[in-house]
């Protein structure tokens, strides 16, 4: 099972995409199991065909010609979202998910891309590196926290699709993703 990850849409009223015309949609481009969860840009699927990249390609082409605008799409197989959640290197279980969040990247990242960023000057906030992840902890949560916003400049990303995620959706789409039976 894979999980599609959909960057910026169903925010502030813009780029509207209904989950069941995204759920027939996906059907129609010959994904199979197709679920969509919350209303921000996540749905499970399977596929008997196609690698992560060509996955999403598919589906951020298939977007764009139903609904008539862009949309970055990562893909993510189970075994990558159960790292990502197993790997995480602050302390999940002692925190409130609105303080924890994962922002995928749909390339690996190195240190020297976050460079420009002093850490201590942005404490209690801290974030750390993963496989093609950036965990981030936020006290006082995303909306006000100041590291996500140095974070999220285009010097940073440049060149990359991120879309982030809380704790909960983490946790969600890894067991939306996971074998049955």
């Given at each position: 099972?894979y999980?599609?990850l959909?960057?910026?849409?169903n925010v502030?009223?813009s780029?509207?995409v209904?989950m069941a015309?995204?759920?027939?949609?996906m059907e129609?481009?010959g994904l199979d199991d197709?679920?969509t969860?919350?209303q921000s840009?996540?749905?499970?699927?399977s596929?008997?065909?196609?690698?992560?990249?060509?996955?999403?390609?598919?589906?951020?082409?298939?977007i764009e010609?139903?609904?008539?605008?862009?949309?970055d799409v990562?893909?993510?197989?189970?075994?990558?979202?159960r790292?990502?959640?197993?790997?995480?290197?602050?302390?999940?279980?002692?925190?409130?998910?609105?303080?924890?969040?994962?922002?995928?990247?749909s390339e690996p990242?190195?240190?020297?891309?976050f460079?420009q960023?002093?850490?201590?000057?942005?404490?209690?906030?801290?974030?750390?590196l993963?496989d093609?992840?950036?965990?981030?902890?936020?006290?006082?949560g995303?909306?006000?926290?100041k590291?996500?916003?140095?974070l999220?400049k285009p010097r940073?990303?440049r060149?990359l699709?991120?879309?982030?995620r809380?704790?909960?959706?983490?946790?969600?789409?890894v067991?939306l993703?996971?074998p049955?039976?």
């Amino acid at each position: 099972m894979y999980a599609a990850l959909l960057r910026g849409i169903n925010v502030g009223g813009s780029r509207k995409v209904p989950m069941a015309d995204l759920r027939a949609l996906m059907e129609g481009l010959g994904l199979d199991d197709v679920r969509t969860y919350l209303q921000s840009g996540q749905a499970v699927f399977s596929s008997g065909h196609g690698d992560e990249a060509s996955l999403a390609a598919r589906l951020a082409d298939g977007i764009e010609r139903h609904f008539g605008f862009g949309v970055d799409v990562i893909v993510r197989d189970h075994a990558y979202l159960r790292a990502v959640a197993d790997a995480c290197p602050f302390p999940a279980a002692e925190l409130e998910p609105r303080q924890l969040h994962v922002t995928y990247f749909s390339e690996p990242v190195t240190p020297g891309r976050f460079g420009q960023i002093d850490q201590a000057a942005f404490l209690p906030e801290e974030f750390r590196l993963g496989d093609r992840a950036l965990y981030l902890y936020a006290p006082n949560g995303l909306g006000r926290s100041k590291l996500a916003e140095q974070l999220a400049k285009p010097r940073v990303t440049r060149g990359l699709t991120a879309t982030t995620r809380n704790w909960n959706t983490v946790l969600k789409l890894v067991e939306l993703t996971a074998p049955t039976g």
